[in-house]
């Protein structure tokens, strides 16, 4: 009779599973796309916004990057609170004051306002992605979550692919439209839709498995108990003050800097890349770096699959690491041959983007409760702070000696120093079980 009760209980979750998967990640996806686009459009904005305001590549890099602190000093409270408030509560108030901070950006005139506004972003912004980390642990499990990340961490490449060619058509076709220039434009356009998703945050997203009417009460009582019964685990960390001392906390924060450090690389100077490596026009500029983040959806979709099929995370995240760094290496030694150099980028996108889905089952792994909305959320803030260095880095590198080089190969020894990490350290999460079913 148990056996039975528990095989129903199984098919109920599974079933969940699948119902939350086409649920919930589609709609994430569409959100961190906006939260994307609005974050990195500068890097489209550039291409005419420096010689319209007289802002130098210093001063980009530095706005570009500030983000990051305002991200990191209010990301730990925002997950906070959500874990107390809710998800649908906490997301729908970080889109919709990004989306009304990003429509702002077009009023930009010193360099005081950029840097502000910058901020602002960030401190708005805060908690979306990590707050989406925390919440898919309120609804899949361990085995789930490196597939279930890859899924909604696509969102990363989405946004590549479709935010260059939108971003490249707004520059070329909206320039001079009452009176606005076509940076004002884009940030005005792609602003708005978040303000509009916000709103519908409130009437979509369920809290948790008990609160969604497309669940039956017995499936969302399944996947419940499934889940309550990992949590208590011993083998995990539930208070937050002392998830602050555990050594693999710290160790994934390091971790996740030299990951982000790529990211941001990718995100804010593809533009100004392809550009330096010899193609023109606004809009073929947006149209070729949608290839990159292409080819890296594919590779963060496969990695994140193949390793909740065998059940390894480490490995798997320590040779994405590796390929981005050689990737960003050859980047910089290839400027100046177009094809070889769009080839080497393509790559380190592959490396970077598959590293992400993989990380993040590692710290899910040995946090729970409390002290997983907390850790995961120092993990990412601090982690973020790549998102600082790493631009202003190659902004002065291309200040300085005229190109991205140098600066794309101090990016490149953040990926190593991971890769390193990664490959000699003993175990940061342990495996989950394969399971071999995919998600529906």
């Not at 190969?409 to 991971?418: I, N, P, Q, R, S």
Request: charged content about 10%; overall charge neutral; aromatic content about 12%.
């Amino acid at each position: 009779m148990t056996s039975e009760n528990g095989g129903g209980d199984i098919a109920l979750a599974q079933e969940g599973y699948s119902r939350a998967a086409w649920r919930l990640i589609p709609f994430l996806v569409f959100l961190f796309v906006l939260a994307w686009i609005d974050r990195v459009n500068v890097g489209f904005a550039k291409l005419q916004m420096l010689s319209d305001l007289k802002f130098s590549e210093a001063v980009y890099g530095l706005g570009a990057g500030i983000f990051f602190i305002g991200y990191f000093l209010f990301e730990v409270p925002s997950n906070l609170l959500l874990e107390k408030i809710g998800a649908k509560r906490t997301l729908a108030r970080i889109t919709i004051l990004w989306g009304l901070t990003s429509v702002a950006m077009a009023w930009v005139q010193s360099e005081w306002t950029f840097y502000i506004l910058r901020f602002l972003l960030g401190v708005f912004e805060a908690g979306f992605f990590p707050g989406v980390v925390l919440y898919l642990t309120y609804w899949f499990p361990a085995e789930r979550r490196s597939r279930i990340n890859g899924l909604f961490m696509t969102s990363f490449a989405i946004a590549g692919v479709i935010g260059g060619p939108l971003a490249g058509w707004i520059m070329s076709a909206m320039g001079g439209v009452w009176g606005h220039a076509n940076w004002q434009w884009l940030f005005i356009v792609e602003g708005i839709p978040s303000v509009l998703a916000g709103i519908v945050v409130l009437a979509y997203l369920p809290d948790r498995p008990k609160d969604a009417a497309w669940l039956t009460p017995a499936m969302a009582g399944a996947m419940t108990a499934r889940l309550q019964g990992e949590a208590a685990s011993h083998a995990k960390e539930h208070n937050f003050k002392a998830a602050l001392t555990n050594s693999k906390v710290w160790l994934c924060t390091l971790l996740y800097f030299c990951i982000v450090s790529g990211n941001a690389t990718i995100a804010f100077w593809t533009p100004s890349i392809i550009k330096e490596i010899g193609v023109q026009g606004n809009f073929t500029i947006g149209l070729v770096a949608a290839i990159p983040f292409i080819a890296g959806t594919a590779a963060m979709l496969w990695n994140g699959n193949h390793s909740d099929r065998t059940g390894e995370v480490r490995l798997h995240c320590g040779i994405a690491t590796l390929i981005a760094a050689i990737g960003l290496v050859a980047t910089g030694a290839l400027i100046g041959h177009a094809a070889a150099a769009l080839i080497a980028l393509t790559v380190a996108a592959v490396g970077i983007l598959a590293a992400f889905p993989v990380f993040w089952a590692m710290p899910q792994t040995f946090l729970a409760g409390t002290a997983a909305a907390g850790g995961i959320a120092v993990i990412n803030s601090v982690g973020n702070l790549a998102g600082f260095v790493a631009p202003y880095t190659i902004g002065l590198s291309t200040q300085i000696t005229g190109s991205a080089t140098s600066g794309l190969y101090v990016v490149a020894c953040f990926e190593l120093l991971a890769a390193i990490l990664l490959f000699s350290v003993g175990k940061i999460a342990a495996p989950a079980a394969p399971v071999p079913a995919p998600v529906r």
